[in-house]
């Protein structure tokens, strides 16, 4: 869909500069996801793992974040192959709910209600970010917080749209319970992509 470089604005990596790789496609049609316009890749050019390798090389970090859409509804195997052979580091960000297919140095699962994730991603997961939209996603949160390792970072993250409200929510929680850490999304408040 999209490709641009910039700060990553939330979890683990938050505040590093990054390429961001847009894939279009999505099937899980989170009701709050700020990209909607990625759902429909119909409505996106084919480019070659050639031309998106050589966008990102032009620029000096090499930190590489796929992200969708839903990424994993694609084969990455070639495109990690041909970042990392360039020397980036290869994130994924993915609710897991289809197959996790390329090489990762980092994987960001961020399950969905709508569409679970598939039981194989949660192992290997190095973060888990949970969107949260109401008091009951904290239940969600900690369903998925126990089936991830014990090396898995916990992020639990407000909803923009609901931010005012959970936000109190979440900082409470996470006093209570501190293996969980706070997300926010950073690139919209320095209003970088």
Excluded at 2 to 23: D, M, N, P, V
Excluded at 48 to 54: D, G, T, Y
Aim: proline letters at 6%.
């Amino acid at each position: 869909m999209e490709s641009f470089y910039t700060l990553q604005g939330e979890g683990f990596h938050q505040g590093k500069a990054a390429y961001f790789i847009r894939l279009a496609g999505c099937d899980v049609g989170c009701v709050w996801c700020d990209v909607k316009e990625s759902w429909d890749e119909e409505k996106y050019p084919l480019q070659s793992i050639e031309e998106i390798v050589a966008k990102a090389k032009q620029y000096p970090a090499k930190l590489a974040v796929i992200t969708g859409g839903e990424p994993t509804l694609y084969n990455l195997e070639y495109l990690t192959s041909a970042l990392q052979a360039e020397g980036f580091a290869t994130n994924i960000e993915t609710s897991g709910s289809s197959p996790l297919t390329g090489t990762w140095d980092w994987i960001c699962l961020s399950p969905k209600k709508f569409k679970p994730p598939l039981p194989g991603i949660l192992e290997k997961a190095n973060e888990l970010k949970i969107i949260v939209f109401n008091k009951s996603d904290f239940d969600w949160a900690e369903k998925y917080g126990a089936e991830v390792s014990d090396s898995c970072k916990l992020y639990l993250q407000p909803e923009w749209g609901k931010s005012e409200k959970v936000t109190p929510m979440i900082i409470d929680y996470i006093k209570q319970n501190p293996r969980w850490r706070f997300s926010l999304q950073m690139h919209k408040y320095i209003n970088v992509p």
